[in-house]
């Protein structure tokens, strides 16, 4: 069956920390992943997204992997802050459509520890 | 990029009553939106899939009667729960793809808390 799975529900990381957050997929084969971050209360905002063709993508203090063969995507926060503690989706979308849901994992809720 | 909004933020009611909630693309048009529901700590579970004039889809175990799905114009959907009970006290969120979009993600309006008493 086909699966996006997020494997820790829960990280708590010290702040100046590097954080990393893994997303793994099953009988799929998307040609682009994207992350989000989700604050409580709050809907997701988009992050970051990575091509089947790129091996890594940055933005600030965030960096995406995406590696096809292990069917495997790692988002790492570096130099973490209190601020970044919050719910991050790694999410797929499984036609490649454009105008269709996206799959979502269950996210990983990350807390950075002053 | 492209705004979805929601209105409201929140909502109490009783237990029996409807509850209607908007969700608005404010900048873009949208052939499509998709309403999720998210309980505390939970993942959002995608509820259905909303078509511009014509009839939603829905996913399985989604009671059609009891959330009523209207996408009248294409920059405004409507999600009716009907005849609420507790057990529908939620989060409920929508979305919209945009289809010109850079990166065709998805963006999400700010979500509904609703409660029932």
């Known amino acids: 069956s086909q699966k996006i799975e997020q494997n820790s529900e829960a990280l708590n990381i010290q702040e100046g920390k590097t954080a990393t957050l893994t997303c793994n997929y099953t009988?799929?084969?998307?040609?682009?992943l994207q992350w989000y971050r989700q604050d409580p209360g709050r809907g997701p905002v988009f992050l970051l997204l990575?091509?089947?063709?790129?091996k890594e993508k940055r933005k600030e203090r965030l960096k995406v992997t995406f590696d096809t063969t292990l069917k495997q995507s790692l988002f790492h926060i570096t130099a973490s802050q209190p601020a970044d503690s919050a719910t991050y989706l790694c999410?797929?979308?499984?036609?490649?459509?454009?105008?269709?849901?996206?799959?979502f994992g269950k996210g990983t809720r990350l807390s950075v520890i002053a | 990029g492209a705004v979805v909004s929601q209105h409201p933020s929140w909502v109490i009611c009783k237990s029996g009553t409807s509850v209607k909630i908007e969700c608005r693309s404010l900048?873009?048009?949208?052939?499509?939106m998709f309403w999720y529901r998210q309980f505390p700590k939970q993942s959002l579970m995608l509820m259905a899939t909303?078509?511009?004039?014509?009839?939603?889809?829905?996913e399985q175990g989604v009671e059609k009667d009891k959330f009523l799905i209207n996408h009248a114009s294409l920059t405004l959907s409507t999600l009716t729960v009907t005849s609420a009970h507790p057990e529908d006290s939620s989060f409920y969120i929508c979305?919209?793809?945009?289809?010109?979009?850079?990166?065709?993600?998805?963006?999400f309006g700010p979500g509904t808390r609703l409660t029932v008493l």
């Open positions: 990575i091509r089947e063709n790129e």
């Open positions: 999410a797929l979308d499984p036609w490649d459509s454009g105008n269709t849901p996206l799959v």
């Open positions: 979305s919209a793809r945009v289809p010109s979009g850079a990166y065709n993600e998805q963006f």
């Open positions: 900048d873009f048009q949208a052939t499509t």
């Open positions: 009988n799929y084969s998307p040609a682009y």
């Open positions: 909303s078509n511009e004039g014509s009839k939603a889809t829905y």
